[in-house]
């Protein structure tokens, strides 16, 4: 968040990150022609730990807090209308002396009072989620659905947990069911549009991305996750364009930033997509991928030193980035920390033991420390994985041949 700056909205979406109250003022106010219903406002001040919410949120992008944000907003409208319903209802049942019309309006009433309910239990499964609870949340929002088979709200938040859990296909499921059931709301679409970017089913993801800015202009995460799909389509033109509107909507988003670097990065122009990554970083630093990419740039223009402080930030965010470990031995290979480097790339092989690049560089280090059994046995399994490559061959030949 930048300058550990939230807005009112974002603290809501996140409001187990509020440490103390600091005063609440209580009000009351007559709802209109209904003398006996009191409506309470409460008004709090409340404080927040910038270092705790960023301890505990600083990994959460703004996309997601905007898309937590805009369905919170739908169902308070949703809530407010059943609420609104019930209370007419009542009335209604007051005027009337007609048994048969009373029956209707009392069944009407536990409908709407059941589709209160289960609003009320979708949002218990909105909090688990943003705790990081999963499995509590697709329970909150399975019981949900159960009260309320009608309801597209816990639909689409089985949608985003099955998108973190990459498992796309549930995803596009649960968001084509939301849809179906309410399809004036621009989330699903853009959760649609995500799904299909995820599944490299580019095209689908352009047309659902813009089926969400047609329900919401202002929708800075559709507008990043088209320019994702033009990315990876190779127009890196209108990649750039519906970048830079999610990042005119929502200028501190670090998402957008950082994909425009990824677009100068595949075109090899390395200034530029480090000026981005910088910017990214400068709003939220803790992206693994983004100070991967910025090693990689480090370690194409020579300078070891920043390259491994980036790869090492980077595994410091995501300790199961085995791209990042593996680079981190490669340089410290070339700097000759051999201990250093058979530390790393084991930390690589044990989250991806296939890694051919991997075991050559484990191979490199134990050589360097004098193991050659150890280095014999790491050349070998690249060579297995890899055998087209040469290098590898001929360093095993060699340390082979030191091993007697």
């Known amino acids: ?3 550990n700056t ?13 440490l103390r109250v600091e005063d609440s003022k209580m009000s009351t106010e007559p709802v209109p022609n209904v003398p006996e219903v009191i409506r309470y406002k409460c008004h709090v001040k409340v404080w927040i730990d910038p270092d705790e919410f960023l301890r505990k949120f600083g990994s959460v992008t703004m ?5 937590q944000v805009r369905l919170n907003k739908d169902q308070e409208i949703y809530r407010e209308k059943n609420e609104n319903e019930i209370v007419d209802l009542r009335e209604q049942y007051k005027k009337t002396n007609d048994d048969n019309k009373r029956k209707e309006i009392v069944s009407a009433i536990k409908r709407n009072e059941t589709k209160v309910t289960a609003s009320q239990i979708y949002q218990r499964g909105v909090e688990s989620y943003n705790r990081g609870d999963l499995a509590d949340a697709i329970k909150f929002y399975n ?35 939301s849809i179906e059931i309410y399809s004036d709301f621009a989330v699903p679409y853009n959760g649609l549009s995500y799904a299909y970017n995820f599944s490299k089913d580019y095209n689908k993801a352009i047309e659902y991305g813009n089926k969400a800015i047609q329900f919401d202009p202002k929708y800075a995460a559709a507008w990043n996750n088209i320019g994702f799909a033009y990315n990876n389509l190779g127009n890196y033109g209108k990649a750039i364009e519906y970048y830079n509107k999610a990042i005119s909507i929502a200028p501190n988003d670090e998402v957008p930033l950082a994909n425009i670097g990824n677009v100068y990065y595949k075109q090899e122009n390395f200034d ?24 990689n740039i480090y370690g194409q223009k020579g300078d070891i030193d920043k390259a491994i402080e980036s790869y090492k930030k980077a595994t410091s ?19 000759q920390n051999f201990e250093d480097a058979q530390r790393c790339f084991k930390k690589a092989l044990k989250i991806n033991p296939n890694s051919a690049s991997a075991w050559a560089g484990l191979g490199f ?32 030949v060699t340390v082979q041949q030191k091993r007697g």
């Open 365 to 396: 280090a134990s050589d360097g420390l004098g193991d050659y059994g150890s280095s014999y046995e790491a050349y070998k399994k690249a060579v297995e994985l890899e055998p087209s490559n040469e290098n590898y061959k001929k360093n095993l």
């Open 63 to 67: 996309e997601k807090a905007e898309d």
């Open 272 to 295: 530029k997509a480090m000026e981005y990554y910088k910017k990214s970083i400068n709003v939220n630093a803790n992206h693994s991928s983004v100070w991967y990419n910025l090693g």
């Open 317 to 335: 965010l995501d300790s199961q980035n085995a791209r990042a470990w593996n680079m981190l031995g490669h340089l410290h290979n070339k700097k």
């Open 6 to 18: 939230l807005t009112r909205d974002q603290i809501r979406v996140f409001s187990s990150s509020i």
């Open 143 to 177: 019981q949900s659905i159960s009260m309320n088979e009608k309801y597209s709200a816990p639909w689409t938040g089985l949608g985003w947990i099955y998108n973190d859990q990459e498992q796309y296909a549930k995803a596009i499921e649960c968001f084509q069911k």
């Open 1 to 3: 968040m930048k300058n």
